[in-house]
C-alpha cells in the first residue's frame, strides 16, 4: 500500500470518526469552537505519531514474540496514559498557558478511542512501522478534517429553529449521519 | 477514612501494584482458558476444511504449507479410500480488504475447480464487505466463482478486468478476497503434481498476485 | 440528598440512561449494532466490565491517591476488558468476530470511566455494584434496541430471524450513516419520553 493510499483511504475513503466511529465522542465537545478543534487535533497528531513508535516496538518486539497477545490492552493503556502524563509535563515546562490548554483537554485524549483504535487497526492490517506512522498521521488529519467541518455545521446548527425534542445531541448526530453519508461519495478513490 | 496524599512515591507504588495485579490476574485467566481458545481456532479451521472439500475418505489433518515471501498459504489434501487424491482445501489470506485482514479457505477438486469457500476470518463492513460471505457462491449474473477453474477464468474484478461481478459498493473488499482465492489456486497448482499436470499449467495466464 | 438503593438501580434505565440521556459510550453503540445480537453481546460485555471496575474501584478507593485517580482507573478497566476479551474469545468466538476492535475498546468506553470516577471512587462497594448493575442495564437495552431497529430496518431480520425479504430494506441503517441518524432519532425519543415522565 503505498503512503499516499493510505492517507487518502485514513482522510476519505475510510475516514476513522465517519465510518469506525473513533472519536466521535470527543468530535462533538470539541468542535464546538473552531480553535479548540485545530489545537486539539494537532495534539492528538502529536501523541499518535509518538505513541504509534512505542506501540509497534512493543507489539513487535515484545508482545509478538513472547506469546504475550492478550496484554495488548493493558500494554497499550499503560503506555498511553504515560505518554500523555508525560506530554502534560513537557507543556507545562515549556509554557504556562500551553499547559493550561493541556489540561482542559486530557479526559479527552486519555479516554479518546481514536489512539487506541489506529493502533489496533494497524496491527490488523500488518502495517509495518513507516505505514503505522502515516496511517497515524492520516488518522489525525482525519479527525481534524471532520471536526473543522464540524465546527462549521455546530454554528448552522444553532440558527436552526428545531423541535424541542431535538435540540442538542439529535440533530448533531443527524447532521453527522448526512455527513457519513457525504464520505461514502469517495468510495470509489481509491483504485 | 483518610485518603493516601498525593506525592509522587505513593503514586508509583500504587500505580505499579495495579499493573502488576493487572497483568497477574489477565495471566491467570488467560492459562486457564488458553487450551479452550485453541480448540475452538482449530475446530473452525478444520469444520471449514471438510465444508469446501469435495467427497473424501481422509484428508490431511497437518496442511502443507507455501510461503511466497508475502502470504502463506496452507494446503489440506483429501483422497479417497484408495488414498487418490480427490482434491484439497486451501487457507490463504489477503491484508488488503477495507478494514484489514481477510482469511479465506477454498476448496478444489483434483482439476483445480472451485467447489466452495469459507471465509474464516474477516472484519468488513456489515452488509457491504462481509457480503462476501456468501456473495461469491450466488448463481446470479457474474458474481460465482464456484464451478470456475482460475486457469480458464480471470477472477479478478470487472475493474480490473476480469469476469467476476464485485459486490456493489464493495470493491476493495471483493478485490482482496479474489487475490486471496487466486492465491489458493496458486498454491493448489504449484503444490500437486498430479494437478499441474492435469490443467496444463496454464495459471501462467493469470494475472500474478501481488501484494499491493 | 442520598440516593435510595432502588433510586441508584433505577436510575439508569430512563431518566438517567447511559447512551441515551447522558450521551457516553456512543462509540462503541454506533460501531457494534449493526445487528440486534451483536449490540446485546456488546452490551453485556460493558455490564461485566463496568460491575467489576465499580467493584474494584470502590475497593480500592482509600488507596489511589487524587492525582492517580485516571490512569489507576484505566488500568482497572483495561485489565477486566482484557478478561473478558479472552473469555469472549474462549467461549463465544463468533462474537469475537463480529465485535472485532471494539471489545478492547470498551476501555474507553466513558460510562465505565465516568462510574468509576464519578460515583465507584466515593461510595460503597455495595451501591457501587447496584449503580452499575443498573447503569449496565440502561446501556445494554439501549444498545440491543438500536441494534434490533438497524438489523430490521437494513435487513429485515430481528436477531437473525428473516420478517421481510431483505431486498426490501434500506441498506443505509446497517451502514455508518445509519448508525448515526438512527441513535439521533432514538435520543429524541427517549427526550420526548423523559419530559413525560
Known amino acids: 500500500m503505498t503512503y499516499f493510499l493510505i492517507f487518502i483511504s485514513a482522510v476519505f475513503v475510510n475516514n476513522i470518526v465517519l465510518t469506525q466511529f473513533l472519536g466521535v465522542q470527543s468530535i462533538f465537545d470539541v468542535s464546538k469552537r473552531i480553535n479548540s478543534a485545530v489545537r486539539f487535533t494537532a495534539v492528538v497528531a502529536l501523541i499518535m505519531t509518538v505513541s504509534s513508535v512505542l506501540i509497534y516496538f512493543i507489539q513487535t518486539l515484545v508482545l509478538q514474540p513472547y506469546g504475550l497477545e492478550y496484554l495488548r490492552t493493558l500494554a497499550f493503556i499503560v503506555l498511553i496514559v504515560g505518554l500523555v502524563q508525560l506530554t502534560g509535563f513537557t507543556f507545562k515546562s515549556i509554557s504556562k498557558s500551553w499547559f493550561m490548554n493541556y489540561e482542559i483537554y486530557r479526559p479527552h485524549l486519555t479516554a479518546n478511542c481514536v489512539i487506541l483504535g489506529v493502533a489496533l487497526l494497524s496491527i490488523n492490517k500488518n502495517y509495518d512501522l513507516s505505514e503505522y506512522i502515516v496511517f497515524a ?13 464540524f465546527a462549521g455545521i455546530q454554528e448552522q446548527l444553532k440558527l436552526l429553529n428545531l423541535p424541542k425534542r431535538m435540540e442538542g445531541l439529535p440533530i448533531i448526530l443527524i447532521a453527522a449521519g448526512l455527513l457519513a453519508m457525504a464520505f461514502m461519495g469517495f468510495v470509489g478513490i481509491a483504485k | 477514612m483518610k485518603k493516601l496524599t498525593s506525592n509522587f512515591k505513593n503514586i508509583f507504588l500504587v500505580l505499579t501494584g495495579i499493573i502488576l495485579l493487572a497483568v497477574i490476574s489477565s495471566s491467570v485467566v488467560h492459562s486457564l482458558v488458553k487450551d479452550k481458545i485453541q480448540q475452538s481456532k482449530e475446530e473452525k479451521l478444520l469444520g471449514a476444511v471438510r465444508k469446501v472439500l469435495p467427497a473424501y475418505d481422509h484428508f490431511d489433518t497437518k496442511p502443507t504449507e507455501m510461503n511466497d515471501g508475502v502470504e502463506v498459504m496452507r494446503m489440506y489434501k483429501a483422497y479417497d479410500k484408495q488414498n487418490h487424491f480427490v482434491g484439497a482445501a486451501v487457507e490463504s489470506s489477503s491484508n488488503n480488504g477495507y478494514i484489514g485482514h481477510i482469511d479465506v479457505m477454498v476448496g478444489f477438486d483434483q482439476l483445480g475447480q472451485i467447489l466452495n469457500y469459507v471465509v474464516t476470518e474477516q472484519n468488513e463492513t456489515p452488509g457491504l464487505g462481509a457480503r462476501i460471505l456468501d456473495w461469491f457462491k450466488t448463481n446470479h449474473k457474474n458474481q460465482s466463482i464456484l464451478g470456475k477453474n482460475a486457469s480458464t477464468a480471470n477472477l479478478s474484478v470487472r475493474n480490473d478486468g476480469g469476469d467476476i ?36 499449467l496454464k495459471a501462467d495466464s493469470i494475472q500474478t498476485p501481488t501484494n499491493h | 440528598m442520598k440516593d435510595s438503593n432502588n433510586n441508584i438501580l433505577t436510575k439508569g434505565l430512563i431518566k438517567n440512561n447511559p447512551l441515551l440521556v447522558l450521551a457516553l459510550g456512543m462509540c462503541p453503540a454506533l460501531a457494534t449494532t449493526t445487528s440486534g445480537i451483536n449490540g446485546l453481546g456488546m452490551g453485556l460485555a460493558t455490564w461485566f466490565v463496568l460491575l467489576c471496575s465499580n467493584i474494584t474501584v470502590s475497593l480500592l478507593k482509600n488507596i489511589i491517591p487524587e492525582k492517580a485517580k485516571l490512569p489507576a482507573h484505566l488500568i482497572i478497566i483495561a485489565n477486566f476488558v482484557t478478561i473478558a476479551e479472552i473469555l469472549i474469545q474462549a467461549y463465544w468466538p463468533d462474537l469475537h468476530d463480529n465485535l472485532g476492535i471494539y471489545i478492547p475498546l470498551i476501555v474507553m468506553n466513558c460510562l465505565i470511566l465516568g462510574r468509576a470516577e464519578v460515583f465507584a471512587s466515593g461510595h460503597s462497594v455495595f451501591k457501587s455494584a447496584l449503580d452499575a448493575l443498573g447503569m449496565g442495564l440502561g446501556f445494554t437495552l439501549a444498545l440491543t434496541l438500536l441494534g434490533v431497529i438497524r438489523e430490521f430496518m437494513g435487513t429485515g431480520k430481528t436477531f437473525g430471524n428473516i420478517v421481510f425479504p431483505g431486498e426490501y430494506g434500506a441498506l443505509l441503517f446497517v451502514l455508518a450513516p445509519g448508525a448515526f441518524i438512527t441513535l439521533g432519532f432514538l435520543i429524541a425519543g427517549m427526550n420526548k419520553l423523559k419530559k413525560q415522565s
Open chain 2, 165 to 200: 461481478d464485485a459486490i456493489t459498493g464493495a470493491t476493495i473488499t471483493s478485490r482482496a478476497f479474489l487475490f486471496a482465492v487466486r492465491n489458493a489456486y496458486f498454491a493448489f497448482t504449484s503444490n500437486t503434481e498430479q494437478v499441474a499436470s492435469a490443467v496444463n
Open chain 1, 137 to 149: 498521521v492520516s488518522s489525525a488529519f482525519g479527525f481534524g478534517l471532520v471536526s473543522l467541518i
